[in-house]
């Protein structure tokens, strides 16, 4: 526990001795006074219970007033609080499949009017980053808590080149951990980071790069999730690639491989209704943080519920408070 104004607490050990040594006083020169006039027998106090009903309010009312100064002092402690809060990295897809029409207006830009949902929908205790990945992964708005940056970043997204989930993982990954991760990564220490969720926007089609599983397990081992969300549809469509007619296909089976080895989810979306209630399912962990929580009303809650005790049997067995 710590004070806002520590100078308080001498305040109140001083407050609170002189109030003692006056209290203890005055009831030695009441004892002597009774006894002058020869009354021993009361100043001797009589029963115990006497003795009590007769010091108990007045010790009531002292014990309240340290713990009224206390109270002024500000009194602060640090408590785990529950609270929806990390970083997401949303990664999409952007190769030439992603253009397919199977999904409209097509796969990517049902994607992006998902995700742009999502984004919208979170805390602002959730900073998030959007990435794209193709034959490569590149980092296009590092992780925010300002989502209109991170919606601009992921309006800007546009089909192209080939499809390296491996690759998209490892960057997402080095995004949270702050570290570069390569797939040779196995004995880097990356700490653990279970706040952490990659959401991935893809069809499935992989075409080259590191081994995803692979990467997948690196995550695991670093505590971050990763949810993967299906877009297109298993009867696929038909993209033109430099001047080829190219039949693309949702593959589910590497996207689910992916997630269930984070302890994440697979989703599938075929359409752009299912995709936008897809990303409304996918969930962000509670956590607890340490934070530093005033403690004023307790104590002048307690300070209250004391004066009042004293107060009242104060007035009831002496007909006064003090």
């Given at each position: 526990m710590s004070f806002l104004y520590p100078i308080v607490i001498a305040v109140a050990v001083l407050v609170t001795g002189v109030a003692i040594y006056g209290?203890?006083?005055?009831?030695?020169?009441?004892?002597?006074?009774?006894?002058?006039?020869?009354?021993?027998?009361?100043a001797g106090g009589g029963s115990r219970r006497a003795a009590l009903r007769r010091h108990l309010p007045y010790a009531l009312l002292l014990a309240a007033l340290p713990i009224m100064l206390v109270g002024l002092a500000r009194p602060q402690a640090e408590l785990s609080v529950p609270r929806v809060s990390g970083t997401v990295v949303l990664a999409f897809d952007v190769s030439n499949s992603m253009s397919a029409k199977d999904v409209q207006p097509t796969r990517l830009g049902a994607a992006q009017a998902a995700a742009t949902d999502f984004v919208n929908d979170q805390p602002d205790t959730v900073d998030v980053g959007v990435m794209l990945f193709g034959d490569q992964a590149l980092l296009t708005q590092a992780p925010t808590a300002d989502h209109t940056a991170s919606v601009a970043a992921i309006k800007r997204l546009k089909p192209g080149g080939g499809t390296s989930l491996g690759q998209a993982i490892l960057v997402a990954l080095g995004t949270v951990t702050g570290k570069p991760v390569t797939a040779d990564s196995t004995s880097t220490d990356l700490g653990y980071w279970p706040s952490a969720t990659v959401v991935i926007f893809s069809d499935g089609q992989e075409t080259g790069g590191p081994d995803a599983e692979a990467a997948a397990e690196l995550a695991a081992a670093a505590g971050v999730r990763i949810q993967t969300v299906g877009v297109g549809t298993a009867k696929g469509a038909t993209v033109e690639v430099d001047g080829y007619q190219l039949n693309t296909a949702l593959d589910e089976s590497l996207l689910t491989t992916v997630a269930q080895t984070t302890g994440g989810a697979y989703q599938a979306a075929g359409d752009a209704a299912a995709l936008d209630n897809t990303t409304k399912s996918i969930d962000l962990r509670l956590t607890t943080e340490k934070k530093p929580v005033e403690l004023t009303a307790p104590f002048a809650g307690a300070a209250l519920l004391l004066?009042?005790?004293?107060?009242?049997?104060?007035?009831?067995?002496?007909?006064?408070?003090?």
């Open positions: 209290y203890v006083t005055l009831q030695r020169r009441r004892t002597q006074a009774l006894t002058a006039a020869g009354f021993g027998v009361l004066l009042f005790a004293g107060g009242l049997l104060g007035t009831r067995w002496h007909g006064r408070i003090v």
